[in-house]
């Protein structure tokens, strides 16, 4: 496995990666091989990360499919950030008094769940979120549901127990996360409890669009 793409990252934010940066971030086993969190955050391996539009409501008529991954876990969430603020329009709304410029998802809130989605995923089912754009809503789904031990109101309170502790660690070098369970608080402040769902599989975050601002108003 190779790690330039992660060694960029750290260059960027003025932190260079040790020579044995894979025993100092934990990507090791007892015996000195190579983790899967290791795997996860080379230059390349075989996670697929997905981002699907559809024409209406339903998941039938696709009109446009991306595919981002097979590279370190960083840059796939990056790319996924990019892909996720071209499809975030500005609608704006003229009055006899100002000009309102309003986006169709509130920018922080997906930020947050894309990156949440991206650390907490379960990893182990060798699959990413995926992430759906249908016509009134934005739709994220991530493998493995509750950690154990945590009730949903822990959850929404902001009781953070990652998947990889491992991931975790080089997300909040990143600056993408604080572990301090301050993003689905971030998250709720616009979006309610009833934008999440539990399964025994997976979780999913579904946001609907800004309502206010899709008839009779013009994208910028």
């Known amino acids: 496995l190779k790690f330039q793409q992660l060694r960029i990252y750290y260059d960027e934010i003025g932190k260079a990666l040790p020579k044995n940066f894979t025993k100092t971030l934990e990507l090791q086993t007892a015996d000195e091989q190579l983790n899967y969190a290791a795997y996860l955050l080379a230059d390349n391996n075989t996670i697929s990360v997905k981002v699907a539009k559809y024409a209406d409501t339903t998941r039938v008529d696709l009109i446009q499919a991306e595919e981002f991954g097979y590279c370190s876990l960083i840059k796939a969430t990056k790319q996924v950030l990019d892909k996720i603020e071209v499809e975030n329009k500005t609608f704006t709304k003229i009055t006899s008094k100002e000009r309102i410029e309003k986006k169709q998802w509130n920018t922080v809130a997906l930020r947050e769940a894309v990156i949440n989605a991206m650390v907490h995923n379960d990893y182990t089912y060798e699959l990413a979120p995926k992430f759906e754009f249908c016509s009134d809503r934005f739709e994220i789904t991530s493998y493995g549901t509750l950690p154990q031990g945590v009730t949903k109101e822990e959850f929404f309170q ?56 899709q008839i009779d108003d013009h994208e910028e």
């Open 158 to 213: 902001g009781v953070s127990i990652p998947q990889s502790k491992e991931i975790m660690r080089v997300f909040r070098d990143m600056e993408l996360v604080e572990q301090l369970g301050s993003g689905i608080p971030r998250i709720l402040k616009t979006y309610g409890q009833e934008s999440f769902y539990f399964s025994e599989n997976f979780t999913r975050m579904s946001f609907p669009i800004d309502q206010e601002f």
